[in-house]
């Protein structure tokens, strides 16, 4: 021991020196926050807008359901900011509520399809050989058939419902993620640090829950947000097709669609929720970036 | 030799399937002991097929044939559980100090993984206190328990790997080239840490490299390797002072010395590149860089012979 | 006329960064003579790299050069535009890197690879420039060049790579060829064949060279003068005899000290204790006053300059009369 006490002190002065400010993930998050404005003004339009549709009942002076049959139609003003409907209902204010339920078929499915998809994937990517082989064939029967008509045969088949299009985008939506998830594995499962503590002995549930599964996750994250906005996109498609969410409640995909007779004559009911689905689809890929800059370790080493 | 034998390799086999239903040629009936307390040093180029050996030694790596026998077990008679108690008399270090230490870890939970993968200790408070201990043998300040890998340099991480490794107290130690990443001036740090270390813990170290100087330093003894198979093994003192193996002998010519006065520009070179492990030269593996190879080498692989007090693979090492 | 290849004088150039200015290149003049080969010999992170990569306009943002003057065959280079630079680099002067496979396009033949240099900087029709390649390929000593040609880079290995990039760093005949680090990733049998090509190369076509190289062997094997780096500054420079005969400055000696014998062996090597300061943060004096067994309180507080010590021997440090 006393080898290394004398050494140790002069040792300790030059790694003071030598070692940068501990930085955790709070201050690379500030740091990308600092760098990619687009990122940050995406994520505030984000939680703004989920705190406009949680708190409209409060915020709106209008009923969502029942309308005015004097204000039908009537072109955005002071009182209706993106206008009326057909039936006299304040745009603005279903927007908002449609809100809830187009940000929850983009929140909710994804993260069932992400939960899914990790799982088989890491068990695929891990294990390899036979189970990889039957869960990614399997991967590849889902990705085979066109999304949209593989939930459109869910939903009639189960009906129509919230719950049931949640299902039905997570059942089409998760082998995407395992083909993500195996193939990151797969090459963290190469890395020496995997190996080193394969050589300990450590088993292999730990070796996948304290090397794989954090190493995945910026991927991960990154990926969650890109697909929330094709959910978000597929619900609109099916709703707009007639098997989503049907009326009084309303989603984004629906006021399109119910918009499309008087696109003519009141454009606003259609462009509204359209608008929004772009801007909420164009916010979570901006974010997506965003993370995936602030998550790589080599971009903030320096 | 009075020392006893730690760990025994016989007729060990490793291959590796490549494209189209051939097969790597890794490791080629190697027959190979290491002596508890000694440090035996695996040198050769790359593609020669040592850091499959040390791998298949301690058990990482399933061999094709063979068998490994530690004091007196054969291990690849036993299933993984039954290999547990043994895994952990045998540890790895790395070369790269950037890849082996997992980068979202703080240095306790990198070191103290081993603790707790064997429950070493009886909570988490005696495990850390643990890691401060080992963090101290390696001379890592206790200050820097909760930092990140990437906040350290490379003999440092380099430091955090080796206790990570001696953490187990085991028996032997694999260092897959623990240095070669490493500035000359940092390398002779962590060089003199192991060898304290092995003093103070009377450890056995199978050391691989490439780097014969390295290696004439650290080993007690050495074996050269040359694609899959051992050319020559014996003391570090009689192998650098008149290698037997020819190929040893262009291998320690080739090292640049640091010495302007000695520079010889027709000194003999060792011409061609290394030959493929897939598809490894008929006789001895050696013959088609050798000048020195006749018939005899193109069609008889040599066996490694006692000769002089150590082993040798060459069917001319006695008149060359 | 300057009989110098290369003229480098007062050279500085660093990083911008979030944490401030990074200097990794502090005030270093050197010269390079018509058939000379000069190295640079330091260890990770002292500057080393950032010169060679300086003097062929490679700088990455956020790196910039920032005072001095870059002066090769009586050309300056400094304040050139990338687009000036373009008919220089690759003609007049060429660089080998450390891992040839990173700058090799991995999906054109290598050949084709060798030509487009020859046809955009030569005034060669595509089957001249060919049969110049394939010339080429076998005069580094590749066997069976017509076939090489049409190779992949990953169906070569690493030495048949690194003498792809020498042949094409050569095909221009350059006049200053840049090797940095151009056999640390090969094994010693292959190392020993690519330094001699180079030097072969060098006395044939008097060619000049800068080595950059962390390894002392391959420095006192190849060089005519050296300058030895520390933390962005050249602490020492000598013709080799001299550099390894009378080293003078601490770290030098502590560089070589640890260099392993092959005809001993010691229990303990000599070491340079500690770690090479953060560029951020150099200490107020002698960069290397905190490693330096022989500091005293002027290394401490006071930057030593580059002084003549001896013919051709200059040496950066208040004590380098003791030893």
């Known amino acids: 021991m006393a080898l290394f006490k004398s050494k140790k002190d002069v040792l300790s002065a030059d790694l003071a020196s030598q070692i940068g400010e501990s930085e955790g993930m709070g201050v690379r998050l500030r740091r990308m926050a600092r760098k990619n404005k687009?990122?940050?003004?995406?994520?505030?339009?984000?939680?703004?807008?989920?705190?406009?549709?949680?708190?409209?009942?409060?915020?709106?002076?209008?009923?969502?359901?029942?309308?005015?049959?004097?204000?039908?139609?009537?072109?955005?003003?002071?009182?209706?900011?993106l206008g009326t409907d057909e039936m006299?209902?304040?745009?603005?204010?279903?927007?908002?509520?449609?809100?809830?339920?187009?940000?929850?078929?983009?929140?909710?499915?994804?993260?069932?399809?992400?939960?899914?998809?990790?799982?088989?994937?890491?068990?695929?990517?891990?294990?390899?050989?036979?189970?990889?082989?039957?869960?990614?064939?399997?991967?590849?029967?889902?990705?085979?058939?066109?999304?949209?008509?593989?939930?459109?045969?869910?939903?009639?088949?189960?009906?129509?419902?919230?719950?049931?299009?949640?299902?039905?985008?997570?059942?089409?939506?998760?082998?995407?993620?395992?083909?993500?998830?195996?193939?990151?594995?797969?090459?963290?499962?190469?890395?020496?640090?995997?190996?080193a503590a394969k050589s300990i002995g450590v088993k292999p549930g730990r070796i996948i829950r304290r090397h794989i599964l954090p190493n995945c996750l910026p991927a991960l994250i990154v990926l969650f947000t890109l697909n929330i906005p094709s959910a978000i996109l597929s619900e609109s498609s099916l709703s707009f097709l007639g098997v989503g969410i049907k009326l009084p409640n309303s989603s984004w995909g629906l006021m399109v669609n119910m918009g499309r007779q008087f696109l003519y004559n009141a454009p606003w009911i259609s462009l509204a929720p359209s608008a929004a689905i772009m801007l909420v689809v164009l916010s979570c890929n901006f974010l997506g970036d965003g993370l995936r800059d602030a998550l790589d370790p080599h971009l903030n080493n320096e | 030799m009075a020392e006893k034998i730690l760990l025994e390799a016989k007729d060990l086999v490793k291959e590796f399937p490549a494209k189209g239903r051939k097969k790597v040629h890794a490791v080629s009936h190697v027959d190979l002991t290491i002596r508890a307390g000694e440090t035996l040093a695996l040198v050769g180029e790359s593609g020669c097929g040592k850091s499959t050996l040390g791998r298949t030694l301690i058990g990482l790596i399933p061999p094709t044939a063979g068998t490994v026998t530690f004091e007196g077990t054969d291990l690849t008679a036993l299933s993984q559980k039954e290999l547990a108690p043994y895994r952990r008399q045998m540890q790895l270090i790395f070369q790269d100090p950037y890849a082996s230490l997992d980068p979202r870890m703080t240095v306790r939970d990198i070191v103290a993984e081993p603790l707790e993968t064997y429950g070493v200790c009886p909570d988490r408070a005696a495990t850390t206190q643990r890691v401060r201990e080992l963090l101290d043998e390696v001379g890592i300040p206790e200050e820097f328990l909760y930092r990140y890998p990437h906040q350290f340099s490379g003999g440092q991480r380099q430091r955090i790997g080796i206790a990570r490794a001696i953490a187990l107290r085991p028996r032997l130690i694999v260092c897959d080239e623990p240095v070669s990443?490493?500035?000359?001036?940092?390398?002779?740090?962590?060089?003199?840490?192991?060898?304290?270390?092995?003093?103070?813990?009377?450890?056995?170290?199978?050391?691989?490299?490439?780097?014969?100087?390295?290696?004439?330093?650290?080993?007690?003894?050495?074996?050269?390797?040359?694609?899959?198979?051992?050319?020559?093994?014996?003391?570090?003192?009689?192998?650098?002072?008149?290698?037997?193996?020819?190929?040893?002998?262009?291998?320690?010519?080739?090292?640049?010395?640091?010495?302007?006065?000695?520079?010889?520009?027709?000194?003999?070179?060792?011409?061609?590149?290394?030959?493929?492990?897939?598809?490894?030269?008929?006789?001895?593996?050696?013959?088609?860089?050798?000048?020195?190879?006749?018939?005899?080498?193109?069609?008889?692989?040599?066996?490694?012979?006692?000769l002089e007090g150590r082993l040798v693979a060459c069917h001319r090492a006695e008149e060359l | 006329?300057?009989?110098?290849?290369?003229?480098?004088?007062?050279?500085?150039?660093?990083?911008?960064?979030?944490?401030?200015?990074?200097?990794?290149?502090?005030?270093?003049?050197?010269?390079?003579?018509?058939?000379?080969?000069?190295?640079?010999?330091?260890?990770?992170?002292?500057?080393?790299?950032?010169?060679?990569?300086?003097?062929?306009?490679?700088?990455?943002?956020?790196?910039?050069?920032?005072?001095?003057?870059?002066?090769?065959?009586?050309q300056e280079l400094t304040g050139l535009t990338d687009r000036q630079l373009q008919p220089i680099r690759g003609k007049d002067m060429a660089m080998i890197?450390?891992?040839?496979?990173?700058?090799?396009?991995?999906?054109?033949?290598?050949?084709?690879?060798?030509?487009?240099?020859?046809?955009?900087?030569?005034?060669?029709?595509?089957?001249?420039?060919?049969?110049?390649?394939?010339?080429?390929?076998?005069?580094?000593g590749i066997s069976e060049p017509e076939k090489r040609y049409n190779a992949y880079p990953h169906e070569?290995?690493?030495?048949?790579?690194?003498?792809?990039?020498?042949?094409?760093?050569?095909?221009?005949?350059?006049?200053?060829?840049?090797?940095?680090?151009?056999?640390?990733?090969?094994?010693?049998?292959?190392?020993?064949?690519?330094?001699?090509?180079?030097?072969?190369?060098?006395?044939?076509?008097?060619?000049?060279?800068?080595?950059?190289?962390?390894?002392?062997?391959?420095?006192?094997?190849?060089?005519?003068?050296?300058?030895?780096?520390y933390a962005g500054k050249i602490v020492?420079?000598?013709?080799?005899?001299?550099?390894?005969?009378?080293?003078?400055?601490?770290?030098?000696?502590?560089?070589?000290?640890?260099?392993?014998?092959l005809d001993a062996s010691p229990q303990r090597l000599p070491a340079i204790g500690g770690v090479v300061p953060n560029l951020l943060r150099l200490p107020a004096g002698c960069a290397f006053a905190p490693r330096c067994?022989?500091?005293?309180?002027?290394?401490?507080?006071?930057?030593?300059?580059l002084e003549q010590i001896g013919p051709g021997h200059w040496c950066r440090c208040f004590e380098r009369g003791r030893s």
């Open chain 3, 97 to 140: 890197f450390q891992e040839p496979m990173t700058s090799l396009n991995p999906v054109v033949p290598v050949g084709k690879q060798m030509r487009e240099a020859l046809l955009l900087h030569e005034n060669m029709s595509k089957a001249e420039a060919k049969a110049e390649v394939i010339r080429m390929l076998s005069h580094v």
């Open chain 1, 88 to 195: 006299g209902r304040d745009v603005l204010t279903r927007l908002l509520y449609g809100a809830r339920i187009s940000l929850a078929v983009g929140v909710v499915p994804t993260m069932i399809s992400m939960i899914i998809g990790v799982a088989l994937g890491v068990i695929a990517g891990y294990a390899g050989g036979k189970t990889d082989y039957i869960i990614m064939r399997l991967a590849d029967v889902m990705l085979a058939f066109p999304s949209l008509l593989l939930a459109m045969v869910i939903m009639y088949t189960l009906g129509d419902g919230v719950m049931n299009i949640f299902l039905a985008l997570a059942l089409v939506g998760w082998a995407s993620v395992a083909r993500v998830a195996r193939s990151e594995t797969i090459s963290l499962k190469e890395t020496e640090y995997v190996q």
């Open chain 3, 156 to 229: 070569l290995s690493g030495g048949l790579r690194q003498r792809v990039m020498i042949a094409m760093a050569m095909i221009c005949r350059p006049k200053l060829l840049i090797a940095d680090e151009p056999t640390t990733a090969l094994d010693v049998t292959i190392e020993a064949q690519i330094l001699r090509l180079i030097r072969d190369l060098s006395r044939e076509t008097g060619m000049s060279v800068l080595l950059i190289s962390h390894n002392l062997g391959v420095i006192a094997q190849m060089c005519d003068k050296v300058y030895v780096m």
């Open chain 3, 236 to 261: 020492e420079q000598a013709d080799a005899l001299t550099l390894f005969d009378k080293r003078a400055h601490p770290y030098t000696r502590g560089l070589m000290d640890s260099v392993i014998r």
């Open chain 1, 38 to 81: 687009l990122a940050v003004a995406s994520a505030v339009f984000l939680v703004l807008l989920v705190l406009a549709a949680v708190f409209v009942p409060v915020l709106s002076p209008y009923d969502a359901v029942n309308g005015d049959a004097s204000t039908r139609l009537q072109a955005p003003s002071a009182a209706h900011w």
């Open chain 2, 181 to 306: 990443a490493l500035d000359v001036s940092v390398q002779s740090q962590i060089l003199n840490l192991l060898k304290d270390l092995q003093e103070r813990f009377a450890l056995t170290y199978l050391f691989i490299s490439h780097d014969l100087s390295v290696v004439r330093f650290m080993a007690d003894r050495v074996a050269v390797m040359f694609l899959g198979k051992l050319c020559e093994v014996g003391t570090g003192a009689d192998v650098y002072a008149r290698p037997l193996h020819p190929y040893t002998r262009f291998l320690l010519e080739a090292i640049p010395q640091a010495d302007p006065r000695l520079r010889d520009d027709e000194k003999n070179l060792l011409q061609g590149e290394i030959p493929s492990p897939i598809d490894p030269p008929a006789g001895c593996r050696f013959h088609t860089r050798c000048p020195y190879a006749t018939d005899r080498c193109r069609t008889e692989p040599p066996s490694l012979r006692p």
């Open chain 3, 1 to 74: 006329m300057d009989e110098y290849t290369l003229k480098i004088e007062h050279l500085s150039s660093g990083f911008f960064t979030e944490r401030g200015y990074v200097p990794a290149v502090d005030d270093v003049s050197l010269t390079i003579g018509k058939g000379q080969v000069v190295g640079i010999v330091g260890e990770s992170g002292c500057g080393k790299s950032m010169i060679a990569r300086s003097v062929m306009g490679l700088l990455k943002y956020p790196g910039r050069i920032t005072g001095g003057s870059i002066i090769l065959a009586g």
């Open chain 3, 293 to 305: 067994p022989h500091a005293r309180e002027i290394c401490h507080t006071e930057r030593p300059e």
